[in-house]
Structures are given as structure tokens and as C-alpha cells.
């Protein structure tokens, strides 16, 4: 299987730390491409440009890391990362949607931020900073579903975090938070977590 990944990508650390949970890492072969260039060889693999995308042996590509992950979780037998059924599964699905939420938000502000500064806006930077923090807030709230096993939901939490860390360090998300601070002071010791830190 080909990945085209890049390390800074939230969306591609949830793939790569769900292959290491998987056991599946040492049969992914990494690529790295350019995203705004549609001549580059990712968009051969996926029309929309984006990392991350998985090539499959069978010569289909899948794109959208919430699909590459139940994947790679589909394909192994043992630890699985998707819950089977029941309230677990859509706690885990829940989750995953909110902290996926939290990268786009994050990211449209970083894109923003990095627009020549007359083209910036300071009404977007400031809808989706409000984005991150309702989230945040939620997910404090609600800390306590992010026990058990580890959960594709834990997965895309903690990978949401260490994106704030490394974009959004200033802003102090642990700030009023010390359940999900805490939590997360545990998730990032785990070698998958710390084998593909940005
Ligand atoms: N929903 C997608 C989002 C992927 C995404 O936006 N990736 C960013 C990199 S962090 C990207 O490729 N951006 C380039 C673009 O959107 O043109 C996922 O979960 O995989």
C-alpha cells in the first residue's frame, strides 16, 4: 500500500498512528507530494488533491481519513480501533467527527494566516478559533467517554491536540481544560503517538 502523507497533516497522523495501533505500518510504502499542483503524481491517486489518500494494491485508491482508517482497522484481526456496534461505536464516531472538526477548523486558520496579510480576514480567524474552543469545551466536558480502549474517536482527539500544539501553541488549549489536558498528557506517551509526533 502507497500513503501519501505528510507529518504536519492531523488527517495523515490519524492514519499513520491507526496503522501502527494496527500493526499494518511496516507494509505502507510513504509518498510525499505537492497539494497545489494537479500535474503532481498524489492527484493521479486522488482528484482532490488532498493527504492523505491510500493506494491500494489492487490499484483503488481511498481518500478521506475517516475511511482510510475503518480500512486498515477492517484489515486487522486483531486490536480494532472501530467499535463493532453499540453505543461505543458511535461515542468513537462522535468524537472522530468533533476532533476532525477541530483540523479543519484549525487548518482554514492557518491558510488564512499564511494569505498575504492585506487578503486576511480577521472575521474567519476568529469564527473558527470560537470552532475549536466550543469543541474543546465539549470535549472537556465529556472527558470521561474518552476511557477504555483506545477508540478511532481517542485517535482523532489526540491528533486534533498535538495540531494545536504545533500551530496554535499561543492560544494555551489546555488553558481551563485539565480533564482533556490530562488525558491527552497520557494518549502522547503512547509509541504510536510518539513515533509520528510533527
Ligand atoms: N477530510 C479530509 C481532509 C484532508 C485535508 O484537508 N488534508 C490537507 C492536509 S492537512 C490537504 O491535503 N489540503 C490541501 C487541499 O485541501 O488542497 C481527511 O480527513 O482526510
Not at 6 to 33: C, F, H, N, Q
Not at 43 to 62: F, Q
Not at 120 to 140: F, M, N, P, W, Y
Amino acid at each position: 500500500m502507497r500513503l501519501w502523507y505528510t507529518p504536519t497533516s492531523p488527517y495523515g497522523r490519524k492514519v499513520m498512528v491507526t496503522a501502527i495501533e494496527a500493526g499494518l505500518d511496516k507494509k505502507i510504502e510513504i509518498r510525499s507530494d505537492y497539494t497545489k499542483d494537479p500535474e503532481r503524481n498524489l492527484w493521479r491517486d486522488n482528484p482532490l488533491g488532498k493527504i492523505p489518500a491510500l493506494a491500494l494494491d489492487n490499484g483503488k485508491t481511498l481518500i478521506d481519513s475517516p475511511v482510510i482508517c475503518e480500512y486498515l482497522d477492517s484489515i486487522n484481526r486483531k486490536k480494532k480501533l472501530f467499535p463493532a456496534k453499540g453505543w461505543r461505536r458511535w461515542t468513537a464516531l462522535h468524537q472522530q467527527a468533533i476532533a476532525d472538526g477541530v483540523m479543519d477548523a484549525a487548518l482554514l486558520r492557518r491558510t488564512e494566516s499564511l494569505r498575504p496579510e492585506s487578503l486576511r480576514s480577521q472575521d474567519v480567524d476568529t469564527l473558527h478559533k470560537g470552532k475549536v474552543a466550543r469543541a474543546l469545551d465539549l470535549l472537556e466536558k465529556d472527558a470521561k467517554e474518552l476511557s477504555g480502549g483506545l477508540t478511532i474517536g481517542q485517535v482523532a482527539v489526540a491528533c486534533a491536540l498535538g495540531y494545536l500544539d504545533l500551530r496554535f501553541a499561543a492560544d494555551e488549549w489546555r488553558k481551563g481544560r485539565p480533564k482533556l489536558a490530562a488525558w491527552y498528557g497520557k494518549i502522547a506517551k503512547r509509541p504510536s503517538f510518539a513515533r509520528t509526533k510533527p
